[in-house]
Each structure stands twice: as structure tokens, then as C-alpha cells.
């Protein structure tokens, strides 16, 4: 179950692109802050997504003088944290 959850979170990343890394890793950001209670876990996903986004936009414009593109700054940021959670390091919420 655990390698086709895995291969199907890949396809899911391919498909969509890199920016796909938000909705694997904030869910769970979200998980840990919240607990497991869905009422509370969907408006914090969304709220958390929406403020990692913007913060990592702002990181990309002002981090240099040519523009970083969103994808690779998600990327570097997500990529190791999803495999830290992939690893079952992760605690599970409050």
C-alpha cells in the first residue's frame, strides 16, 4: 500500500507539475499543527498552502535580481521535507 501510495503521489507530481509539492507536504504541515480533525485540517491546508505560496513568491523575487521560478523554490523546499514525512518520522498532530 505504502509504495503504491508513493507511485501514485510521483504521477500525481509528474502530471501536474512541481508545483504539485504543495498539496503533498501542506496537508500534512497542516496535520501537525491542527490534529486530525478534517473540519479544522481543510481551512488550514488552504490556509497554510496560500501563505507558503506567498511567502515563497516573495522569496523568489527579492532573492536575487533575475526572478527564481515558483516551481524550483517549491521544489527545493517541499522535495526533502516529503521525504523526512515518507520516512515516518512525522508525528501525527496534537
Known amino acids: 500500500m505504502i509504495s503504491a501510495s508513493t507511485l501514485l ?3 500525481a ?3 501536474s507539475g512541481i508545483m504539485g509539492w504543495i498539496g503533498l507536504v501542506v496537508p500534512h504541515m ?3 499543527i ?4 478534517h473540519r479544522k485540517l481543510l481551512h488550514a491546508s488552504i490556509s497554510i498552502g496560500a501563505l ?3 511567502v515563497v513568491d516573495d522569496i523568489g523575487r ?4 533575475v526572478e527564481i521560478p515558483l516551481g524550483t ?3 527545493l523546499i517541499c522535495a526533502p521535507v516529503f521525504i ?3 520516512k515516518g518520522d512525522i508525528v501525527d498532530g496534537p
Do not use: M
Open 73 to 75: 523554490l517549491t521544489a
Open 13 to 15: 507530481v509528474s502530471i
Open 52 to 54: 507558503f505560496l506567498l
Open 9 to 11: 503521489r510521483a504521477a
Open 62 to 65: 527579492t532573492i536575487s535580481s
Open 30 to 32: 497542516a496535520r501537525i
Open 84 to 86: 523526512y514525512y515518507l
Open 34 to 37: 491542527v490534529g486530525p480533525d
